[in-house]
């Protein structure tokens, strides 16, 4: 039997696109109304999803998770002041312990897929490592794995981590407790396009390095690189940071579709598994490295949260819970697993004969 398309399929693509910000524009005003954790994210990350599931034509905005990432990426960046970069400089052991547990975790969670889902083992393997799902992906291509089944475990897990990380640090009360400050808190029209310009060049430099995750990292690194000189910019607009989560909650969202949980169910349930087992990992690993710092538990479970960069750290940033700790310990934590896949492959493939 064919499948129905879906519906409002027929609609020209610029309406589809208009009707899908409305809907997660209302969302986010009815989270924000409920006093839900980061309403601006999972407000449309939810509406989007279950729509789309349920068969409604939605679309995101072309570039709409680049812009969001942008927006995220430069107002971390303002974060990184002299004083905070002196902090990070004390605390490396406990970032590359952080970093290092990820592989740990990765190669827990990818034994577990490959005992529980009728996949290869390259699928299996690269479904499971928390890095970044386009990072992932083009490295499991070199060894056959299936790139539809992987980005779809990964799409999965960070949708699972984004709703149930900040909704359980909320329920425990934490939130508030970040001494770290921006530099630049307030915006400074004069200094605005100093800042836009800091960002862009960021975005430029990883993106000819053909680095993963260059606009969250790009614009992170270049307003962090000022910030860090001492050089005060301007801060962005309220409304900017908080489209630029809807635009990141719109295009998570939209990657669910009505034949989403009908194709490999046992994968993806076996993904789901995969993903709470990280979850846990990852606070113990928290745990494991509470004594090296005097950062509250809920920033290093924040920090070893096996989610996207960019989701993770404006939940950082918006419960207050060391936003320059949290953002580079998740962007060596990509770092090291894109590097370290291949190696930690062969040794997977030693363990699953």
């Known amino acids: 039997m064919p499948a129905r398309p879906p519906i409002g399929a027929r609609a020209p693509t610029i309406a589809r696109i208009a009707l899908t910000l409305c809907i997660a524009a209302l969302a986010a005003a009815g989270a924000r109304a409920l006093g839900t954790p980061l309403p601006w994210m999972l407000g449309p990350l939810f509406a989007v999803a279950l729509l789309r599931v349920s068969n409604v034509a939605l679309c995101p905005p072309p570039g709409g998770r680049h ?38 975790m990765g190669m827990l969670c990818a034994l577990m897929t490959w005992r529980l889902a009728p996949v290869d083992r390259p699928t299996a393997f690269f479904a499971s490592l928390p890095g970044g799902a386009s990072e992932m992906a083009v490295v499991a291509e070199r060894f056959g794995g299936a790139i539809d089944r992987i980005a779809a475990a990964h799409a999965l897990r960070v949708m699972i981590v984004v709703a149930v990380v900040p909704l359980a640090l909320s329920a425990a009360g934490a939130h508030g407790s970040d001494l770290y400050q921006p530099l630049a808190s307030h915006v400074d029209f004069a200094r605005l396009p100093w800042l836009v310009g800091a ?27 000022v910030t860090g000189a001492g050089l005060s910019l301007s801060a962005l607009p309220a409304w900017a940071v908080n489209g630029g989560q809807l635009l990141i909650g719109c295009a998570l969202g939209c990657r669910f579709s009505p034949a989403f949980f009908h194709a490999a169910p046992r994968f993806l349930a076996a993904a789901t598994a995969s993903a709470l087992l990280a979850i846990g990992l990852g606070t113990l690993i928290a745990l494991g490295t509470v004594v090296l710092s005097d950062a509250p538990l809920a920033t290093l479970v924040l920090a070893a949260a096996p989610g996207g960069v960019a989701e993770m750290c404006i939940t950082a940033k918006v419960l207050q819970l060391g936003v320059p700790l949290v953002t580079l310990c998740h962007a060596l934590r990509v770092i090291v697993l894109t590097l370290g896949a291949p190696a930690l492959y062969r040794i997977f493939l030693r363990l699953t004969p």
């Open 67 to 104: 812009a969001g990432q942008w927006a995220i990426g430069t107002s971390l960046g303002l974060y990184f002041t002299p004083a905070v970069l002196l902090l990070l400089r004390d605390n490396l052991l406990l970032v590359g312990l952080i970093a290092g547990g990820a592989l740990v």
């Open 199 to 225: 960002s862009l060049c960021g975005v430029a430099l990883l993106s000819a390095a053909r680095l993963g995750n260059a606009w969250v990292l790009g614009p992170l690194l270049g307003v962090g690189a």
